[in-house]
C-alpha cells in the first residue's frame, strides 16, 4: 500500500468510535498496518478497510446496527439500511492480534465457561460486555445453528445487553427433492421464519420494508453467488489458481456485506484473478506439490500458518469450511422466488448446510470436497468446545478413507487462544502427518 492510500486510510478512521466500538477500532488500526507493507493494495484489502469503517462510524452517521453472527448474510439488513455487524469480526477479529486472550482470562476469572465447554468463537463477546469493551448493537439476531455455543452466547448477550432480539430456529431436515433426508415443510417452515423476521424489522426500526429494493438486493446477491460458484468451479484446477486464504474473503464479503454492489464487485475480481491464472496455467504457488481439504474454520490466532504450509511443504489449502461457499445462484424473478432464495440461502449457508441436521450431510460434503478437488489428505484444527464437529470429523476421516483412500489429521486445539496449543505444536502435529503419512 502507498503511504498516500495509508494516510488516508488512518484520517478517515480518526476520531471517537465510542468506548463499546473501542477494540474494532485498534482491530482497524492492526489491519492497516498489515495492509501497509503489502505491495499491493487490491480491492479485496479496500473492501475489508471499509467493511470496518463503515461499522465504525455508523453510529457517529445515525445508522442503526444490527449485530448477527458469522452463518447469516446481511441481505435483509442491507434493503432496510440498518448497517450490519457480523459478531465474529469482534470476537474472532481479535484472535490474530491477541487481543481476546485478556478477554478469555477474564471470562474465566468471573466463571463465564472456560474452553472445553464454551466456545471461544463468540465467549469473548460476553467478557467484553462485561468489561464494558464489547459492541452493543440496536438490534440483535442469531440462530440456533450451528452449535449451542453459539446459541448460549448469544442468549446470554441478549439477556445482559436487553437489545431487542430475534431469534430464528433452522430446521433439521433437507429441500433437495433427491435427498434421503428431503422435507417438503423445511423451506415452507422458513420463509415463513424469514417474513415473520421481516415483519419483527419493521415494527422494531419503524422502517417499511421496500419490496423493489428487497429485489434489487436478491438479485446482486445472486449475482455474487454465481461469481463464487465460478470461482469455486475454477479451483479444480491443478494447480489452484488462487491462494490458501481466497476463498475465506468471498465467504467473508457475502457474510458481512452479501447484497451489496460491493460485494458483486469483490467476488467478481476474485473470480476474474482465478480465471486468468488459470488461462495462463498459472498456480498459486510455483511448484504446488500437496492440496488440501480443510474442512473445518482457520486456526485464527495463526495467520502464518498456510504462508508456512505454502513455503514449507508447497502445499495449497484449497478451501475452509466457511470460505466453501455453497450456496447456488437463484431464480429471482418474481417476489416469491426472492423469498424462497432467502430462506434457501440460509439453509445452505457456510457451515449450515453441512451441519444443520444428520452426520451424513458433513460426510457427503466432505467426500464431494475431497474428490472435486483432487485433494491428498485432509486437516481438522477441531477447536475443544466443537463437540458435535468433533465427533463428526472422525466418523467422516473414516467413511473419507473408505470411499477415497485419502489419509486425515483430526487434532484438538482452540483456534481462538494461542496457549492452549500452541502455533508450534500445531505445525508440529501437521508435519508429521505430512510426512510420515502423505508424502
Ligand atoms: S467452532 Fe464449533 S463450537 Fe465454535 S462456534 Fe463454530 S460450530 Fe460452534
Known amino acids: 500500500m502507498d ?25 482497524f488500526n492492526g489491519f492497516l498496518g498489515i495492509l501497509k507493507e503489502e505491495e499491493e493494495f487490491t480491492p479485496p484489502m479496500e473492501t475489508i478497510l471499509k467493511i470496518l ?36 469480526i469482534f470476537s474472532v477479529g481479535l484472535a490474530p492480534f491477541h487481543m481476546n486472550e485478556p478477554i478469555l482470562d477474564f471470562s474465566n476469572e468471573i466463571g463465564y465457561g472456560d474452553n472445553p465447554t464454551i466456545c471461544n468463537a463468540s465467549r469473548p463477546l460476553i467478557g467484553a460486555y462485561m468489561q464494558g469493551t464489547a459492541p452493543v448493537p440496536d438490534y440483535l439476531f442469531f440462530l440456533s445453528t450451528p452449535c449451542n455455543s453459539l446459541a448460549i452466547n448469544y442468549q446470554v448477550f441478549e439477556s445482559l445487553s436487553g437489545v431487542p432480539t430475534y431469534n430464528m430456529d433452522i430446521p433439521y431436515w433437507s429441500i433437495e427433492e433427491d435427498s434421503e433426508f428431503y422435507d417438503e415443510k423445511a423451506l415452507e417452515y422458513m420463509t415463513n421464519q424469514c417474513k415473520s423476521f421481516i415483519s419483527w424489522l419493521e415494527e422494531q426500526t419503524k422502517r417499511k420494508f421496500e419490496i423493489e429494493k428487497f429485489q434489487q438486493t436478491m438479485l446482486r446477491l445472486n449475482q455474487a453467488r454465481e461469481y463464487i460458484m465460478e470461482f469455486n468451479e475454477l479451483l479444480r484446477t491443478v494447480p489452484c489458481p488462487a491462494g490458501s486464504m481466497t476463498g475465506f474473503w468471498n465467504w467473508y464479503f457475502m457474510a458481512t456485506i452479501g447484497g451489496s454492489q460491493d460485494a458483486v464487485d469483490v467476488t467478481k475480481y476474485a473470480r476474474d484473478a482465478a480465471a486468468e491464472n488459470v488461462k495462463q496455467g498459472i498456480g498459486a504457488l510455483e511448484d504446488e506439490k500437496l492440496r488440501i481439504a480443510w474442512p473445518y474454520t482457520h486456526v485464527f490466532f495463526d495467520r502464518e500458518l498456510f504462508p508456512w504450509l505454502e513455503e514449507t511443504y508447497n502445499a495449497i489449502a484449497i478451501l475452509d469450511i466457511l470460505g466453501n461457499y455453497q450456496v447456488e445462484p437463484h431464480d429471482t424473478s418474481t417476489l416469491d422466488k426472492c423469498y424462497d432464495s432467502l430462506a434457501g440461502g440460509t439453509l445452505g449457508y457456510s457451515m449450515i448446510g ?12 466432505v467426500i464431494n470436497y475431497v474428490k472435486d478437488y483432487k485433494v491428498d489428505c485432509v486437516i481438522y484444527p477441531m477447536q475443544y468446545a466443537c463437540k458435535h464437529a468433533f465427533a463428526m470429523a472422525r466418523i467422516t476421516s473414516e467413511a473419507v478413507r473408505e470411499e477415497t483412500g485419502i489419509p486425515s489429521l483430526i487434532f484438538g486445539c482452540d483456534p481462538y487462544d494461542s496457549r492452549e496449543v500452541p502455533a508450534e505444536a500445531i505445525r508440529g502435529k501437521i508435519s508429521e502427518f505430512i510426512e510420515q503419512v502423505v508424502l
Do not use: S, V
Not at 488516508?8 to 471517537?16: E, F, V
Not at 465510542?18 to 485498534?26: N, Q
Not at 445515525?62 to 465474529?88: S, V
Open 53 to 88: 469503517l463503515n461499522i465504525g462510524t455508523a453510529r457517529k452517521e445515525g445508522r442503526e446496527i444490527i449485530m448477527h453472527p458469522f452463518n447469516y448474510g446481511p441481505e435483509l439488513f442491507i434493503t432496510m439500511d440498518l448497517q450490519p455487524l457480523m459478531q465474529e
Open 354 to 365: 453441512a451441519c444443520r441436521g444428520p452426520a451424513e450431510y458433513y460426510i457427503e460434503y
Open 3 to 27: 503511504l498516500e492510500t495509508f494516510k488516508k486510510y488512518k484520517k478517515l478512521a480518526r476520531g471517537n468510535w465510542g468506548k463499546d466500538f473501542a477494540l474494532l477500532k485498534m482491530m
